[in-house]
């Protein structure tokens, strides 16, 4: 299948959409420093990289046709454009959430304390995957904790309210939960890690059209990743930029960091994407997703279709709408960009 | 005949009120069979038999882990908060525009302060509000009310205080203390043009009690929105926006007819 | 009425009083003393202040220069229970039944709380308002609302709602200005026999001259002493007639009135 | 002297006013004292020189990369949208205001649909907004006009429709046509309450600039503040909040100004 | 004025004309016809019914039963510059000051567009509307708006702006109720003149019975012919009295008036 019955025309402005999250964040700073620029001018494209505020919006705004690319997390690349029947290829495998998501609890340190609370996070994100696997963990079920469906901007404000004694979130508001009294994490990503993938995902049929930009984006991730890592000046200036456009203290977005796994080496990011551990990987997630009724009404967990690197499929081989497609990473590994 | 003078009467009224609506409904339909005939996977502009079935859904299977109708339960959730809202709001509005525009030391007193509340977008606050209130339901019914009180507040004042001054003046020589001015000359007065605000306020109010509910709920109209929002489920979000509209206009209509029926004086013909 | 009313007591005093709108002056150095128990006739051209000068002893309005006395006392600009008025456009509360109109000053002063009688208060203060709508012609019109009524019926609405309280000052703006020949008959007879009754003080603009003689004890005319053709609001108007009336002399004028037009 | 009777002069109301709102201002600094008494390190209520720094980063460090003066920026960015919004809206409720007010049969046309608009939550038909205008300033502004145009609309038709009976067949009597009946009669008598209703919408208005704001920008206030929640600082919140709250109030004193000096008719004491 | 205007041609006839608000009958089975050029006077008790009267004719109510044939045609309920009018309580347009209100009507027909005129057009405008105010006494307050002005000065401004159209039909519903003698007379005089000049059909509510007759052709009285004491609003009014007047008696009495008052 597919979304279109006419295949997109060669377009040379293509539109990327990001959200602020610390592993997201090299994007706006390449669009400021000339990255963007320099590799769009060596395809001979443009590329405006887009900031959407609300990260749903900015996935939402993807599966619309507004974007043709987008930043967004390995779940919800699956349960949105993908099982919304648009066909979305993740060239990009920027990092994975090493510590970025966590359960916090207040008055407690134990986990096992969640039993019967009400926990507040973001409900059907990967904050509720997280729930999820964090009760997994020590024998329980998501029936065992009351769910609040809480604005992800609104997450410290509520978690510093005295009603609140639970709750999921991810950074930078992890981090600022994490520093009040009495507040403790029990679980986070790191104790999964390489579940939480955050992606660069494309419009399969407008990359196929215009193999360049996924060329070009490759180029502007690696450079700007690999300045950023540079332990001198000129990787800090780069990292203290970043910090301000996600409106955090440099201290701050460095504590990120630390907490973000970056693929900075591309043969890092291919070998993962390659990995089998990501099909049990996305095996969880969808099935996960699928019992809670993300698969768009559909009947089984097999409904929406994900390729793999090597040809392999998950579920519906007839309706794959989600692909990882390792070749722009293994183009920068190769130095053929 | 001049437009101006052209008076409708009630079943043509109907009618004609009809007409553009369904002609917006028409032009859904078109647009989203366009959009269907492009890409029938499409979620932006669902289908109804779509929107049918997701309802239905909704609607009549209890949901596993509570046991509720979803949908019902939503609506009475929501209905709730506003209810509560607005009754709190509109008592607000009477009492405070009542004083303030009875009474002039009262309203250059608070009135700068009304008006610093009506212009401080509570949304803005939020923390703030968290820590004074929680998050449960006294939160999102002060959300409610703080987002539409002012507005009702300061015009129930100017209301008030453009009564003619002749009124007032009647009813001294008559009488009447502030107070007796207030309640039997400002208050009946201030009646229609209440309900007036109220109905003005209901579009306001909805609004607020979505921004409520999509902070920090887990059962509500706004809530159902905005959590299926992330996956862009039209089909859902579409017929509780219909949905809503419908429960506001039925609201508008009893307000409107209550109001005729309360205070024929305001609404007679005069001459 | 007559000349035993005349000596009595001062009881409202303006001292050089003016009144202004901007650099319009309206009223120029006003000094007058109303008697107590006096029925004062107003004349005076369209336009010359006779409606501010009402206003000015009700309290509505503070003068720009000069002072008012009530029984000595410097006025307050604020008026009470003790001066009714009828104003020139007919003001009766649009909320209130014709029979609610007229019964809110009997409820007033007697529910400071709740401003509502309940009960044989109630059922009293009912049949004062019934018995004086009654006297003004509206007794049949108990339960319409003002904007159901002809303009000489508000009229009408609004007098009975002064006349019920009995005020020791009464201020009357043109009150029979709307009202037919028949009615206007039985107002006059009415006002009267109020004012005898009560011993009211009352203060009448009228454009009728016939009326201002036939009810007053005293008319005065309000008009402009000067006038500068290019500029008519650079001067005020003020008292350039006051006449006392004896008795004789208005029951020769009522009596010519009743032949000729009756 | 009664209540209702007290006038308060220029300079006393001014100083009225002021009070509640000192009083304001105080107790939230005794409160934020408290707060930091048992956690110095407080980010809900933060002290005054806290807030000072951060705005001082804020109002005079120019960002690096762009150059430009955050502060100054956001202001700009967002005075624009909402300037746009306010004017389309204003401009809509002037001209389908008349028309819905002094045209019965229109009214009857038009008038549920305008209902209708009214009373749907714009923010849940977000998405839809958003895939239809694009991400850009246009989306913006248009949430600003769909969420105050349609209650300014249903205020000035209400008006409008309100106009005494004589005063329409006066101007007809003199010749007018429905055309000339409404520019000449109801235009002009609409515009003191219109600018009554600009005031009343100044606060929805600033509501869903901020927002439109916090789902897709990269500037203005409202992008701020929600940027800033991520860290719950607040330190940078009120202030921001404080400075919205003044340029409201400008602003609705500056219409409150020129709505007396432009239509000095409609609110000289009559008798 | 005279009795060559008697036998024209009927300009409005109502036939078995009825007015009713809910079950309140207030004009009853009315059959009437109104000659071109007649100046008619209409009187009658306090609520009548007079203002119902003339709001039929005016077309701004249309009756509940009967017809109402202008010219032979039926008429349709609006009415256009070919009809004037003063309204009982004094409707001027609030937001216009004395002169704009004036020229309003002198601009409407002229700029079908804008409904404003410029240059020479305005100026001839303004000096015929100039030329009305100073006939009714508003030469110096061109520039007032109506909340500034006596309750005589804009009824005043409400004749004038009717006048200077100079319609066919022209209704007044007291128009000089609130006038003083002095001003009364000169506007009787300004209108017989308008009447005679422009050939105008005039249909006036007074409850003076003296002015009715000296400026009336015809005078109607309306009033209801039978009452039920209990339920007064069961019945409707009607025309009770019809008098044709000829050229000496209303000079008659037109003399007898200026000596009594005057
Ligand atoms: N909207 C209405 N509803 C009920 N009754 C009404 C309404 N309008 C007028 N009436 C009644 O119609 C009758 C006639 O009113 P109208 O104004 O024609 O009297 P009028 O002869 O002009 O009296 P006046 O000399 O006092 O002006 C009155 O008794 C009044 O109560
Ligand atoms: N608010 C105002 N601003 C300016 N001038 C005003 C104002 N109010 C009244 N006036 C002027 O004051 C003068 C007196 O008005 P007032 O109403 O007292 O007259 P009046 O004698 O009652 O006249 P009438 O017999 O016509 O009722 C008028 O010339 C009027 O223009
Ligand atoms: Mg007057
Ligand atoms: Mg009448």
């Known amino acids: 299948s597919g979304p279109s019955n006419e295949a997109p025309k060669p377009k040379s402005e293509f539109n990327i959409g990001w959200s602020i999250y610390a592993g997201w964040m090299p994007w706006p700073y390449a669009q400021q420093a000339g990255i963007v620029k320099k590799w769009a001018d060596k395809y001979g494209i443009k590329i405006n990289i887009v900031q959407v505020n609300d990260y749903v919006e900015s996935v939402n705004q993807y599966t619309a046709g507004k974007l043709d690319g987008v930043t967004v997390a390995n779940m919800d690349a699956l349960t949105i454009p993908a099982a919304g029947g648009k066909d979305t290829s993740a060239i990009i495998v920027g990092d994975y959430s090493n510590g970025n998501d966590g359960v916090m609890l207040k008055g407690s340190d134990d986990l096992k304390a969640i039993k019967g609370q009400s926990v507040n996070l973001v409900e059907l994100s990967v904050s509720h995957y997280l729930l999820a696997r964090a009760l997994n963990s020590v024998g329980m079920k998501l029936t065992d904790v009351k769910t609040v469906n809480t604005a992800d901007a609104d997450i410290v404000g509520a978690f510093a309210s005295p009603d609140v004694k639970a709750a999921v979130a991810w950074n930078p508001q992890l981090s600022v939960m994490k520093g009040q009294a009495g507040a403790h994490e029990v679980f986070s990503s790191a104790d999964i890690p390489g579940e939480i993938l955050d992606l660069l995902c494309v419009d399969t049929a407008t990359l196929k059209a215009n193999p360049k930009l996924g060329k070009a984006l490759a180029g502007i991730w690696y450079e700007t990743v690999a300045l950023m890592q540079r332990k001198d000046a000129e990787g800090q200036k780069a990292r203290a930029a970043m910090a301000k456009l996600a409106g955090a203290t440099p201290e701050n977005f460095d504590s990120q960091l630390s907490t973000t796994y970056l693929y900075s080496d591309p043969k890092a990011a291919v070998a993962a994407a390659d990995s089998p551990k990501l099909v049990t990987t996305m095996t969880l997630v969808r099935d996960f997703s699928f019992s809670k009724g993300l698969f768009n009404g559909a009947t089984s967990a097999d409904a929406v279709g994900m390729a793999f690197p090597g040809g392999k499929t998950l579920g519906d081989a007839q309706n794959v709408t989600l692909r990882f497609d390792d070749s722009f990473m293994k183009m920068a590994a190769d130095g053929k960009l | 005949m001049r437009w101006v003078n052209r008076h409708v009467r009630r079943g043509e009224g109907v009618l004609l009120g009809a007409l553009p609506i369904l002609l917006a409904v028409l032009a859904y339909l078109v647009a989203a069979a366009q959009r269907h005939a492009q890409n029938p996977a499409d979620k932006i502009l669902p289908l109804p038999g779509k929107m049918a079935d997701s309802m239905a859904a909704l609607l009549f299977d209890a949901d596993p882990l509570s046991g509720q109708l979803v949908f019902w339960a939503d609506t009475l959730a929501s209905l709730e908060r506003l209810g509560l809202g607005i009754g709190i709001a509109t008592l607000m509005a009477l009492v405070v525009g009542l004083a303030l525009g009875a009474l002039p030391p009262v309203r250059a007193t608070f009135g700068p302060l009304v008006t610093g509340i009506a212009v401080i977008p509570p949304i803005a606050l939020l923390p703030i509000l968290f820590i004074a209130l929680g998050l449960g339901e006294t939160a999102k019914v002060a959300l409610i009310v703080i987002g539409i009180a002012p507005v009702m507040i300061r015009d129930i004042t100017a209301h008030v205080s453009s009564l003619p001054r002749e009124q007032i003046i009647k009813a001294q020589t008559l009488g009447a203390s502030s107070w007796q001015v207030i309640i039997r000359v400002a208050l009946p007065q201030a009646m229609p043009r209440l309900f007036h605000a109220v109905r003005l306020a209901l579009g306001p109010a909805w609004v607020f009690l979505i921004s409520a509910e999509a902070i920090a709920s887990d059962v509500g109209l706004g809530y159902r929105i905005f959590l299926v929002r992330r996956y862009l489920s039209m089909d859902v979000i579409l017929p509780y926006v219909a949905w809503i509209a419908l429960l506001a206009i039925v609201m508008d209509l009893a307000l409107t007819f209550v109001n005729r029926r309360m205070f024929p004086w305001a609404h007679g013909e005069s001459h | ?262």
């Open chain 3, 1 to 262: 009425m007559g000349p035993w009313r005349k000596p009595l007591s001062t009881l409202l005093s303006l001292r050089n009083v003016w009144v202004e709108y901007g650099d319009r002056i309206v009223i120029e150095k006003l000094s007058l003393d109303i008697a107590a128990q006096s029925f004062v006739s107003v004349v005076g051209p369209s336009g010359a202040g006779k409606s501010s000068f009402l206003r000015l002893i009700l309290g509505q309005e503070a003068p720009s220069q000069g002072r008012i006395l009530l029984d000595g006392e410097p006025l307050t600009p604020e008026c009470g229970p003790d001066r009714g008025v009828v104003f020139q456009r007919y003001s009766v509360f649009p909320h209130l039944s014709v029979l609610r109109n007229t019964m809110f000053g009997l409820e007033c002063p007697k529910a400071p709380f709740s401003a509502r009688l309940f009960g044989s208060a109630r059922k009293a203060a009912r049949e004062e308002a019934v018995a004086m709508l009654e006297a003004v012609g509206l007794g049949h019109s108990l339960d319409l609302y003002p904007a159901q009524m002809s303009g000489g019926m508000q009229q009408r609405l609004a007098i009975a709602q002064a006349l019920v309280m009995r005020p020791r000052i009464l201020l009357l703006d043109e009150p029979f200005g709307a009202l037919d020949p028949g009615i206007r008959a039985d107002m006059h007879a009415l006002i009267t026999k109020l004012w005898r009754d009560y011993q009211l003080t009352i203060v009448m603009v009228t454009h009728d001259i016939r009326e201002a003689f036939s009810l007053g004890t005293r008319v005065l005319t309000l008009d402009k002493r000067r006038h500068d053709p290019h500029a008519p609001h650079r001067f005020g108007a003020t008292v350039v007639y006051d006449l006392p009336l004896d008795k004789k002399e208005q029951l020769a004028l009522a009596e010519q009135r009743s032949i000729t037009v009756d």
